[in-house]
């Protein structure tokens, strides 16, 4: 049995990581997950726990909080009349078919090198957000053939190697083809259900070594039920302060955050 005071530590650090994730994803429409996986790192590194594989618990661990706030969040945007279910059922299969490629590639990586992954692929999402632009454009309609299965595979891989849903690379990808940000908003909650899915179905089946108490496979079930309980509460006043003030200037302060957290990852990942 882990010590009481670490393992109530361990729970009041993650409830802090819960609360700020769901007031991020409700104030900015980002995916709780890019929060997520960074905070886990560090906190458990805090708490002394390690190993060449304690990434792998940080993505399963992201991505298993995601199953949930993305089918809720589904559900809402249905009710809404917003989720585009044609986009969703052809991206689908592909997506799915990424997302658990993704996990295969993830479950035999170490530490080090899925830090560098987040480091380079989270700078690019910070720059998108920093600097992206509506008016962009790669096309008019989503693309079909070839070209989707590849981008939709890609999309699906890349999630998990992050430890995130659909968000981060679905809305950008939507509103470049023309498809308006609300409905790629909430498109992109449907592809963070097909991502997160299969993938912590495979998490399930790992066992890692030097894990934090009470993990099953890879995911940490005290991290899942601490940060859904924390989302389910602070997404909400996310939210009302969307509502209340402009994004906008919010949106590119969370952009630098991103891009010190993955820089910081890169840091470590290369032994600095």
Not at 46 to 52: F, R
Not at 98 to 119: H, P, Y
Not at 128 to 141: P, T
Not at 155 to 166: E, P, Q, R, T
């Amino acid at each position: 049995m882990p010590d009481p005071g670490l393992l109530a530590l361990m729970v009041a650090l993650l409830a802090a990581i819960g609360a700020v994730a769901g007031v991020i994803a409700g104030l900015l429409g980002v995916g709780g997950g890019i929060v997520l996986v960074p905070a886990f790192f560090y906190a458990f590194t805090a708490l002394g726990y390690g190993g060449p594989h304690l990434m792998q618990v940080c993505l399963a661990t992201s991505l298993a909080t995601i199953v949930v706030t993305s089918v809720k969040s589904v559900r809402a945007h249905h009710k809404r009349g917003a989720v585009d279910w044609e986009i969703l059922k052809r991206w689908a299969p592909w997506i799915a078919g990424g997302a658990l490629l993704g996990m295969i590639a993830a479950s035999g990586l170490r530490s080090v090198i899925l830090q560098g992954i987040f480091g380079v692929l989270g700078l690019t999402v910070g720059l998108y957000l920093a600097f992206g632009r509506a008016s962009w454009r790669l096309g008019d309609a989503m693309p079909g053939g070839a070209k989707r299965g590849i981008m939709g595979s890609v999309m699906g891989f890349l999630s998990v190697l992050m430890g995130i849903g659909g968000g981060s690379f679905g809305v950008p990808l939507m509103t470049l083809y023309g498809v308006p940000i609300h409905r790629a908003v909430a498109t992109a909650a449907g592809f963070g259900v097909i991502i997160a899915a299969p993938s912590v179905a495979g998490f399930l089946l790992l066992g890692v070594e030097g894990a934090p108490p009470y993990t099953l496979g890879a995911v940490n079930i005290p991290a899942f039920l601490v940060v859904i309980a924390m989302t389910m509460i602070t997404t909400s006043w996310g939210v009302k302060l969307a509502h209340a003030m402009d994004p906008k200037p919010l949106k590119r302060v969370f952009a630098v955050f991103i891009m010190v957290m993955a820089l910081n990852m890169l840091r470590k990942a290369l032994g600095y």
